[in-house]
């Protein structure tokens, strides 16, 4: 499994944008990045999943270079309900997911 | 539809009792996935299913089993509680196996071993 690196937290205020970058120097051809979000007391839910270019979706944008070695996301204008744990994952459908310790967002007003 | 539910919300056990930790999913899903997480940390895999009859160990099995007879249904039990296995446990399930494809969780169990 692809191992992955992500600042431990953030800090933002409402309105701004958000970037969090995920490093996965070790990326195989066939993996899939993937990020999840997970609120205080509950369990994660999925954001957005992509391969390679950016993928944009109602949430969120990420963004993967071409060597596909990082990806970060992109939370646009956030607020304080955005304060969250956010993991990102590295995996293809032969792996099981692994979570790391992910990114404490702390959105301030 | 109510995805994935899990009971109890809470508990507490005295050392050396015994419990099960249920998991149902309404989506038809084939896999399905038992995890802890513990205070401040990622989730670990305990468990999980490809389809009914058919379970595997994750990273920390130990102390656990779990059964899978049927497809909506996925309990994990807890054997001479400890301790250690104090923590929060989120029952997942997803259509296709792998980390490719989107997992849904249950709302979580948070278990307390004194």
């Known amino acids: 499994l692809a191992k992955t690196t992500q600042p431990i937290s953030m800090d933002s205020y409402e309105g701004q944008e958000v970037n969090i970058t995920c490093s996965h120097n070790n990326i195989a051809t066939n993996d899939y990045i993937t990020w999840y979000q997970q609120f205080p007391s509950q369990g994660p839910r999925f954001i957005i999943q992509?391969?390679?270019t950016k993928v944009t979706n109602e949430v969120a944008s990420l963004f993967i270079p071409a060597d596909r070695k990082s990806s970060t996301l992109s939370l646009p204008r956030v607020s304080l309900s955005d304060t969250a744990v956010y993991y990102c994952l590295v995996g293809n459908a032969g792996n099981m997911l692994t979570f790391g310790g992910g990114t404490r967002l702390m959105v301030k007003p | 539809n109510a995805g994935v539910t899990q009971t109890p919300k809470f508990r507490i056990l005295k050392i050396g009792q015994s419990m099960t930790l249920q998991c149902a999913q309404d989506?038809?899903?084939?896999?399905m996935y038992w995890y802890r997480q513990d205070p401040g940390m990622g989730l670990k895999l305990i468990y999980y299913?490809?389809?009914?009859?058919?379970?595997d160990k994750g990273e920390v099995p130990n102390g656990y089993n779990v059964s899978r007879s049927t497809t909506e249904d996925f309990p994990l039990r807890l054997e001479l509680a400890a301790p250690s296995q104090t923590s929060v446990y989120f029952c997942?399930?997803?259509?296709?196996?792998?980390?490719?494809?989107?997992?849904?969780f249950g709302p979580g169990t948070r278990l307390t071993v004194t």
């Open positions: 299913s490809v389809g009914a009859g058919i379970t």
């Open positions: 989506m038809n899903h084939n896999y």
């Open positions: 997942a399930s997803s259509y296709l196996q792998g980390a490719s494809y989107e997992q849904y």
């Open positions: 992509g391969y390679k």
